[in-house]
């Protein structure tokens, strides 16, 4: 720790206020993936708000800050905005959205009503309850041995210790019950056991983190690395340690940032784990907006560019040298940008070439193009014969149906259709190479 | 009561009115939580407005925060059918990080060299009805009418489109532009309502009086006045109260209130709002939890003078017309019951003449064996019906009978009846109760 001693107020603050943000965000985190799993984040917000008045009763009955009364308080009142949403939905019908928003709502203006009630014996302001005190964690040191760290840093590593080792022991319990309820129940688990554990390790979590960066930086952490992890995997596992390097980035990266800008550092945190799931969102490789963008855009291109190869086929076969232009080409299969991509992107793999006026398949595009009319005739052959429709309603089928066909079911197609060489409307249908 | 009081007054309960309205199309669609998101997510948008106007221009910030507001649920649509996020992870990712947004503008702000710190950005977040002047009054009121005038207008197509979009959509409905004027008037209320009440308490006033409005009625029509009524008066209580108008009107505090400190107006409108809420789970006719246990008490009371009924029938049947007394052992050992349930569902019995206690046992009256035999005859026909209509065991009827006799109707008793008069088979030919179909080990 001598470096530590060295360096000046300030940083050192800095490091503290990191230190701080990063187990609280981590011990967010970490129950808030089940949470995003669960599909119960909205109750992890509620719960966040709703401590309030538990808070201030213990404030009111200890008369002090000390840690045991705050979270027995904020338990209880957890606890209780859980099974009051609960109740309210299952034994009385409310819808759970509207059950949980009467709940929350409620215990807030309690707790902000006690607040003023009993103001000169809480040593708590509502604003710091909103964005918390982050910025000053380093002003209020406590000495335990030879160390010394922030008061905070008891608390909130209390709660990271309590919630790794919950998840720890009872991985096999969390990971069923969240992903299949049903098989947990018949397997013995008490399910409901389950979710009023993870709601008691919300509470705590939320109480424990108040003080130090209020209730909403608590509500992203909860569910914003988790659901940006969510994106990133499918691996339980994995999708923890994601959320966890991305609640210790936010920190890390918070404090810098509020530091430069001059602002408030929960904020600032929260607002930058908006930005890691809007980058999740965006950019992850299986669930990415812009991966599945790109996807649609593959599968639309490729429809198009076998469009385009079985339109010269047809040509061929009928000995029309016609003379045409790309864009004569592109408008006969749609137009529009996709063709002429589709165009480009067929010259480049030589699949079609040019001659003089006139675009001729290639042989690797010839062959290509056999498979495709051969799937496209060979289903209307199938429908035509073996599912009874009249032969002018099959082609539209085949044209959507030709791209979704490969060989194997052209074997099996062949089959059903042995009898004959010729599709509906007379035309052979090209044998595979 | 000073002029203040009153414009507080007012303002509260029309907010409070305008929020009920839109607050139960939002309650019916399970959009409840719209109103939270509404809430957080302005508030970027109003610290934004005041950096680009450069100063606290009134009507820009609220535009400014209407923009946001609807920004923040069109991105929570958006993420929902993009991603695999699901809706409440979205609501919850948008408004918590909106709000930190917000959060982080405004302490930007007030960090500002130069008089930043006049922004009053704080008092969006918990409200400050207190601060209420003529002119908010004038703009609620202009709000309140323009959203009612819309909702008016438009009331069959929203009323639609909150009970069955996909029929509003084969109508061939903008219902685009129906959820946008839905949600477009839920954030304007909510934009106006937020330098009173505050952000979470902004959330309340729209879903509370609506939920507790959906407890009295099955109409769209009365929820929508009544959540308003509820709206207004939670609002106009709320403000006098935490004005101290109740203290004047007393003579004394009752809420005691610590040195001379007035509550603050959103959180006591709030638990205003509450208090009707518990009322009506608690009250209301049909839904309220008083009258379903009522119901289920009566139901629970009717199946167990039933099923007393049934069992005296079923010893007493070998030896009728005679009466025989049951001895109370034989009828613990055929019903589930403890010693002192029986006494007492025979006493309830007794009072009604159905059964009569003999010496040792209980006795059914003339009365109690009409009655008892109309019993048998729809647990009889029951089980003949699942045996010969459903080709159900005859060993596995007689406890889906059991269950279901005591809610069998008059007409599907009739109904039975008949059929089992057109096939009854040669051993039951000249009865209309028929034979039990297993072993009654009559004593």
Redesign the interface.
Known sequence: MEWFNHLSLDAQNDLWVIAVGAMTNTACALVGCYL?LR????L??AIS?AVLPGLVVAFVFSGSLSVVPMFVGALLVGLLTAALTQT?HR?????E??????VF??L???G??LI?????RVDLD??CV??GLLEFVGFNLIQIGPYEFPRAMLSVGLVLALNTAVIAIFWKELLISSFDPALATTMGFRAGLVHYVLMALVALTTVASFEQVGS??V??M???P??AA??LTDRLSRMLGIATGIAIGAAVIGQAA?VW????T??????L??IA?LAA?LGSPR???LA?LARNFASSIRVVREDLLAMLYRLEELNIERAMGWPEAARAVGGGLLPRLALFSLKRRGDIRRDGAVLRLTDSGRSQAKLLVRSHRLWEAYLVQRLGLPPDHVHEPATRMEHYIDRGFQEKLADAVAQSPLDPHGRDIPQSD | MTYLTWIVAIGTSLLGCVAGVVGSYAVLRRRALAGDLLSHAALPGLCLAFLLLGGRHFLGMLGGAFVAGLAGVALVTFMCRWTRTKEDAALGIVLSTFFGAGIMLSSYIQNMPGGGAKAGLETYIYGQAAGMIREDIYLLAVVSVLVLVVLVLFHKEFKVFSFDPAFAQAQGWPTLTLDIAMMGSLTLVTVVGLPSVGVVLMAAMLIIPAAAARFWTDRLERMLVLSGVLGAVSGAIGSLISAGAVKGWLGFDPFGGDEGANLPTGPVIVLCSTTVFLVSVLLAPQRGLLARSWNYFRLRAKTADENLLRTLFECAEPRLPTLVTVPWDELLARRAWSRARLFWVVRRAGWRNLVRRAPGGVQLTQRGLEQARRLVRAHRLWEWFLIHGASIAPDHVDRDADSIEHLLGPDLIAELENRFIAQRDASNAAQVLPNSPHELNVP
Do not use: C, E, W
């Not at chain 1, 599909?39 to 909205?42: A, E, F, K, N």
């Not at chain 1, 959205?97 to 009467?102: E, H, K, N, P, T």
């Open positions: 995003v599909r119960m984040s909205l992890g917000d708000h309210l034994q009385v019908g409310v819808p959205d509207a059950s949980m928003g009467v709502t409620s807030f203006a309690l902000v009503i003023k009630r009993y103001a000169h509502p604003d909103l964005y909403i930086l509500i992203a909860l569910i914003v988790g659901a969510h994106l509020a800008l001059n602002t408030n929960a904020g600032t945190m929260a607002a784990a908006g799931y969102a669930y990415g907006i599945v």
